[in-house]
């Protein structure tokens, strides 16, 4: 199975940064629909195959289903192609790092896409998962109740913010993977067990969270707009952290920076001058 070594697949990233920025708005939009509207669809299934299965017996296992079902949405979002704000968190500063795009493109970008998002996950929400019945049958309610009130209500704001860190830079560890595999069957795997591992973590990504809360708000749940408002300013500030930081700022460091001069050491002798004193010459004017 072909696939890029890291600084190749730092290039790719800095150039998918780069057509990112430059998307014009409206295709922006449309595309950022979509992935809100990708993420949330993986969000719904989620909370439908691990729902009806108690704690007390099964432990952790409804967690582990969770995120083994929930990475459905990030293969979406990458091979049918779309705008998720918690990737560009890390390719687009990559571009701005690299001085590809200016800073102005990136909060422009950053606002659509948000904008999108949060459009495409309400869409879900409230006409797929609660007009339909899909989640406010007994079972799934149940299961969402709890991700909802563990997300809105119990987290602290520090815990959603650190919550939030580690989730983007698993998410955008696996958006950095899927740009180095050559083919649709390595970026899968690739996407998978990063995916899999932030939310059997219980970690806070913005954009799931604006699928779980809406659509407890929507059933009737015990939770407020408040609620949900809170959890994504901390979850998206902890997300861009993760990711400008972790994942961007840090393999833009490492593959994509000049690399600065080595410096000399005391006695070291110049690499001019190395053959001639090997050679027992001597090389000074």
């Given at each position: 199975m072909a696939a890029k070594t890291p600084p190749e697949t730092t290039k790719?990233?800095?150039?998918?940064?780069?057509?990112?920025?430059?998307?014009?708005?409206?295709?922006?939009?449309?595309?950022?629909?979509?992935?809100?509207?990708?993420?949330?669809?993986?969000?719904?299934?989620?909370v439908v195959v691990s729902s009806g299965l108690?704690?007390?017996?099964?432990?952790n296992l409804p967690t582990f289903i969770t995120g083994t079902v929930f990475s459905l949405g990030l293969v979406l979002v990458v091979i049918a192609g779309s705008e998720l704000l918690t990737g560009n968190m890390a390719l687009v500063p990559m571009a701005a790092m690299s001085g590809r795009v200016p800073l102005r493109s990136l909060f422009a970008n950053f606002g659509i896409v948000v904008a999108g998002n949060i459009l495409g996950s309400l869409f879900v929400a409230f006409f797929?998962?609660?007009?339909?019945?899909?989640?406010?049958?007994?079972?799934?309610?149940?299961?969402?109740?709890?991700?909802?009130?563990l997300k809105a209500i119990?987290?602290?704001?520090?815990?959603?913010?650190?919550?939030?860190m580690g989730a983007n830079w698993l998410v955008c560890l696996a958006v950095f993977m899927a740009l180095a595999a050559e083919d649709v069957g390595g970026k899968i795997l690739a996407i998978f067990f990063p995916i899999?591992?932030?939310?059997?973590?219980?970690?806070?990504?913005?954009i799931a969270n604006m699928f779980f809360i809406p659509a407890g708000i929507f059933a009737g749940l015990d939770v407020t707009w408040l609620d949900a408002l809170r959890n994504w300013l901390w979850a998206g500030l902890g997300n861009l952290v993760g990711a400008a930081l972790f994942v961007g700022a840090a393999y833009w460091y490492l593959y994509a920076r000049d690399p600065a001069p080595e410096r000399s050491e005391p006695g070291d002798v110049p690499p001019e001058r190395a053959g001639g004193v090997a050679a027992g010459r001597d090389t000074r004017a």
């Open positions: 790719a990233a800095i150039e998918t940064g780069v057509k990112k920025a430059r998307l014009r708005w409206d295709k922006a939009l449309v595309a950022s629909f979509l992935a809100g509207a990708y993420i949330a669809l993986a969000g719904l299934l989620a108690n704690r007390e017996i099964w432990g797929l998962a609660v007009q339909t019945g899909v989640i406010t049958a007994e079972a799934p309610l149940a299961r969402l109740e709890t991700i909802v009130h119990e987290e602290t704001a520090w815990q959603v913010f650190l919550r939030g899999m591992g932030f939310v059997a973590l219980g970690f806070d990504h913005v």
